[in-house]
């Protein structure tokens, strides 16, 4: 199976939809999650716009020097078949015969002039013509038009005439000309070609097809120069007046059919505008025209899109007229025509054409209005267009929105007025980007003061917790320490000394190392259970520790104080808080005692008033 006819690098796209907007079917398609387009194959008609009017070179097609080289490589006879064209083309030699031989330097057996198959083919609607019988036909020598037909108007099937290409024809003459067996490679200026060689097989088969742009890589590949060549004819049968094929009404002049605007049958139309409006006008008002159609879909066949860029189309159009008035000066009629009678004797020139419609149906009205308020386009004034999308009309270009081919950002106005919404939208986003900024500048500034007072206020706690005569140490949640007092370490002894003198203050150092277990769980207490431990005391050593430890953060941080209680101001300061501590709890007992005494005597007291009072009642009543 073929390779696609087109194709886009995705990564040579500049993402200008120039190719979208050219394209005549909307085979492009811009889909609305990606951005760079594709093509849709099944739609392409091969007319090659999309190749000619992208400026980066991103869009390619159907390489076909791989296959010729092959071919030229292999065993078999490999005649070229070289479309009239190539006059055009090759303004930069000097004379035809030279271009003739460096395409046998390549190794072609046989190199004949499609001109001559343009003289056959000529003939057959000279008949096709002037026997009217009702029906008008659209010639079937482009490949672009046919397929664009066969799927997009494939009501007009019936009205292609029935006449196969000149390169179909050649394709045939050749075989019948080196027999059965021979390769045929025509050489020419249509993409479109590629894929119409693939529709036929036996003796109308076409092996391989080359633009004028890939001979060219093909010349420069194997280093084949004009200067380097001697001259070459093309192999006969040569063509006669089918040599002006590459203007479009040079069929007509070959076929001897008038053009004549009162008297002539038929009407040629050349270029993508022209030729869609043709086809719109023969399918619609063929009865009032009257007229057969001679389209080509590139302005003339010199100007396709298989040549080189840059050529112009009068130099072009002059080059063919000189190179067949040049040939025909001494050209042999009767040898041209007993050749014709041959030939076109054996020739099946015999068309046939294959509907492949690839409409989409027409989405709901209502969709289409949807889209088109979407895009601004409220009022009737509004929906004329631009053209700017590729389409006619804003309603046409909302149609092929809501099919799928295209999206609402390929209409210039939407696009225009959503960047200025856009920029809108970033010029008032940036002016509260610019406040907040301010605002943080403020803070920042503002928390750096803090910090800086944060840092003070730390800097003289830390200097004042080191002059604390008692240990202080400060521990974290997993028993490291944050902090701790000179005192502190002195308590702890030589050991810690040396910890210190490597780590000042011990910090990190895990609590369980440098204090005993006793200690350690009180800390761990304090953790888990956030509750105060005060005045517990702990022997270390030949010591006695007073502790006190306490949480600071809950469940984070905690902190203890430490005190030897052995040290002569220590002891005297305890001796002395302890015994207010005995003196002030023995006061409290006697006060106690003395109320429950005091309550004991006053209950006594009432209960003997109560047995005295009882008495004094009885002995009243005992009196006569």
Same mark, same amino acid.
């Given at each position: 199976m073929a390779s696609p006819l087109i194709s886009i690098d995705s990564a040579k796209c500049k993402i200008c939809y120039a190719c979208v907007r050219v394209c005549p079917v909307n085979a492009i398609q811009v889909k609305a999650n990606q951005e760079v387009p594709v093509v849709i194959h099944d739609r392409c008609i091969g007319c090659g716009s999309c190749v000619v009017v992208c400026a980066p070179d991103a869009i390619s097609y159907r390489d076909g020097t791989r296959e010729v080289k092959e071919l030229l490589a292999s065993d078999e006879k490999v005649a070229a078949i070289v479309a009239p064209s190539i006059s055009g083309e090759f303004d930069d030699i000097t004379d035809y015969r030279k271009f003739v031989r460096m395409i046998r330097e390549l190794g072609f057996d046989y190199v004949n002039e499609v001109s001559f198959g343009v003289d056959m083919v000529a003939g057959k609607y000279r008949?096709?013509?002037?026997?009217?019988?009702?029906?008008?036909?659209?010639?079937?020598?482009?490949?672009?038009?046919?397929?664009?037909?066969?799927?997009?108007?494939?009501?007009l099937i019936d009205n292609l005439a029935p006449i196969v290409s000149p390169m179909i024809a050649t394709a045939q003459l050749a075989r019948q000309l080196y027999g059965p067996s021979t390769k045929v490679v025509y050489i020419g200026p249509c993409i479109g070609a590629k894929d119409e060689a693939l529709r036929f097989d036996g003796s109308s088969k076409v092996d391989a097809v080359l633009t004028f742009v890939e001979l060219r890589n093909l010349f420069q590949e194997f280093n084949i120069k004009e200067s380097t060549v001697e001259y070459s004819d093309f192999d006969p049968p040569l063509g006669y007046k089918g040599s002006l094929y590459a203007v479009s009404n040079g069929l007509l002049q070959a076929a001897g059919l008038s053009e004549d605007l009162m008297n002539g049958s038929t009407i040629t139309a050349e270029g993508r505008d022209d030729v869609?409006?043709?086809?719109?006008?023969?399918?619609?008002?063929?009865?009032?025209?009257?007229?057969?159609?001679?389209?080509?879909?590139?302005?003339?066949?010199?100007?396709g899109p298989g040549t080189s860029k840059g050529g112009k189309k009068f130099a072009r159009k002059t080059l063919v007229t000189d190179y067949a008035n040049k040939k025909l000066k001494d050209f042999n009629v009767n040898t041209w025509e007993k050749a014709c009678g041959k030939h076109a004797a054996t020739i099946d020139f015999n068309a046939l054409f294959t509907v492949d419609d690839q409409r989409l149906p027409d989405p709901p009205e209502a969709k289409v209005e949807e889209i088109l308020k979407v895009i601004g386009k409220n009022q009737e004034s509004e929906k004329l267009g631009c053209g700017a999308c590729g389409y006619e009309s804003c309603h046409e270009f909302a149609v092929n929105v809501a099919k799928g081919l295209t999206k609402t950002d390929m209409c210039i106005t939407y696009s225009l007025k959503s960047k200025h919404d856009f920029i809108k939208a970033?010029?008032?986003?940036?002016?509260?980007?610019?406040?907040?900024?301010?605002?943080?500048?403020?803070?920042?500034?503002k928390a750096r003061q803090e910090q800086q007072l944060a840092q003070e206020a730390l800097e003289r706690t830390s200097a004042m917790l080191q002059k604390l005569p008692s240990a202080i140490v400060i521990v974290d949640s997993s028993l490291k320490v944050i902090e701790s007092n000179q005192s502190f370490i002195n308590i702890l002894g030589e050991d810690a000394a040396d910890i210190n003198d490597i780590i000042p203050g011990l910090v990190g150092a895990d609590l369980k190392t440098l204090v005993p277990f006793q200690i350690y769980k009180l800390f761990t207490s304090v953790i888990s259970n956030n509750e105060n431990l005060l005045n517990r005391d702990v022997p270390l050593g030949d010591r006695l520790l007073n502790v006190s430890v306490f949480s600071i953060k809950k469940g984070e941080i905690a902190g203890a104080v430490l005190r030897d209680m052995?040290?002569? /101001?220590?002891?005297?300061?305890?001796?002395?808080?302890?015994?207010?501590?005995?003196?002030?709890?023995?006061?409290?007992?006697? %006060? #106690?005692?003395?109320?429950?005494?005091? /309550?004991?005597?006053?209950?006594?007291?009432?209960?003997?008033?109560?047995?005295?009072?009882?008495?004094?009642?009885?002995?009243? %009543? #005992?009196?006569?």
């Open positions: 008949e096709l013509f002037t026997n009217f019988l009702g029906r008008y036909y659209i010639t079937t020598n482009c490949p672009p038009v046919v397929s664009l037909i066969e799927k997009f108007h494939p009501e869609l409006e043709a086809i719109r006008e023969f399918e619609t008002r063929i009865e009032f025209i009257r007229k057969n159609f001679n389209l080509f879909y590139c302005e003339g066949c010199l100007m970033l010029k008032q986003t940036n002016e509260k980007l610019n406040r907040t900024q301010d605002a943080l500048l403020t803070s920042e500034q052995y040290l002569p /101001e220590v002891r005297k300061e305890e001796v002395i808080n302890r015994v207010t501590e005995v003196i002030d709890e023995n006061l409290n007992l006697v %006060q #106690q005692i003395a109320f429950l005494l005091g /309550e004991g005597a006053s209950k006594t007291e009432r209960m003997l008033n109560s047995i005295i009072e009882s008495h004094k009642s009885g002995k009243s %009543q #005992q009196k006569p």
